[in-house]
């Protein structure tokens, strides 16, 4: 199944991003689908200034909340326990 037919151009999804400098960092990101500049027959997510192409290695959501939930059963809470210093 091509992730392609899902996604149209300027819609607006949710990604888990993990830091690359510190894989135990992630949180929830806004994306927006766009035609990917490098392939005019696919889309990308725009996030932070650069382009992704859109692929099945990225979980993405059509909402905050299922992002949010997604999170929270991926990583527990956000709330930091157990914190010294």
């Known amino acids: 199944m091509d992730v ?4 149209r151009p300027g819609e607006i ?14 949180n929830v990101q806004q994306a ?5 500049p490098e392939n005019p027959y696919q ?3 725009f996030l932070h200034e650069t ?6 290695e990225f979980a993405i959501y ?4 299922e992002a949010e939930a ?4 991926a990583f527990g809470t956000s709330e930091v326990e157990d914190f010294y210093g």
């Open 43 to 45: 889309l990308a997510l």
């Open 70 to 73: 997604a999170y929270q059963e």
């Open 62 to 65: 059509k909402t905050e909340n």
């Open 13 to 26: 999804v949710y990604i888990i991003v993990r830091n690359p400098h510190a894989q135990s960092v992630a």
């Open 32 to 36: 927006a689908v766009v035609q990917n």
């Open 51 to 56: 382009y992704y192409p859109l692929s099945e």
């Open 4 to 7: 392609n037919q899902h996604y």
